[in-house]
């Protein structure tokens, strides 16, 4: 699978490049690199016709291409959960790039022959972490059951126009079951770390077992502060 293919021409214009046959998994993906590619080309048509300055991406993600990245650390975050993290293959690295991801969007993981989107839980500039549920029967859920640190992981993206706005609302209702708290996680994360901030947010989870409840001790810290409050509801006891 080619990884980067962007010629000196696309980089210096902000031309999108071109995706190789071989850059399609051909796992059905939505978004297909092809049609991302073909939305971002026609943007960049309609700019380049307005005289619009286009700019080129600083963001070490591309979202028609894959870019490999490095098992770092495997931990078991409950129970059928991990924390999967990465980071970018330090000899392709750009000085000038880094990762860009709002809270809420997703990225695609590719490992051998299965695709699945992930919402980051965190990142830096060349590091990314997820929260993975693990499934019995699930293709890419036995491939990551025998991954180990140094293994290699394609990822694509970001994906998703969500876009909170500081103090946007006055109160959040999150409701979540399992493994949705990777999309609400960023989100909750990025009010409370803003001083500035003053939504608050009430957070409802559901979870089968006490031992399913992944980031616990995240969300017992989050209760530290005066605008989060949890409530977690379980089926079983």
Known sequence: MNIDNTSDDDNDNGRPATPLDEDCCHNGCNPCIFDIHAKLLEEYEKKKKENVKVQISKNMLCQFSYKIFVITDIQEAADTYILLALRY???????????????????????????????????????????????????????????????EIRIRGPYGNFKYKRNSFQNIIMFCMG?????????????????????????????????????KKELQIFSDYWNFKSVLYISQL
């Open 179 to 215: 493994s949705g708290i990777t999309a609400m996680y960023p989100v909750i994360k990025s009010i409370i770390d803003n001083e500035l901030e003053e939504t608050r947010i009430h957070f409802v989870g559901c979870y089968r077992t006490v031992s399913q409840i992944p980031l």
């Open 89 to 151: 293959q330090e000899s392709d690295k750009k000085n000038d790039v880094c990762l860009l991801i709002e809270p809420g969007q997703h990225v695609m993981l590719h490992l051998q022959d299965a695709t699945r989107p992930f919402t980051p839980l965190y990142y830096t500039d060349d590091s990314i972490q997820f929260l993975v549920r693990l499934y019995h029967n699930g293709k890419f859920s036995m491939y990551l059951e025998h991954a180990k640190i140094g293994d």
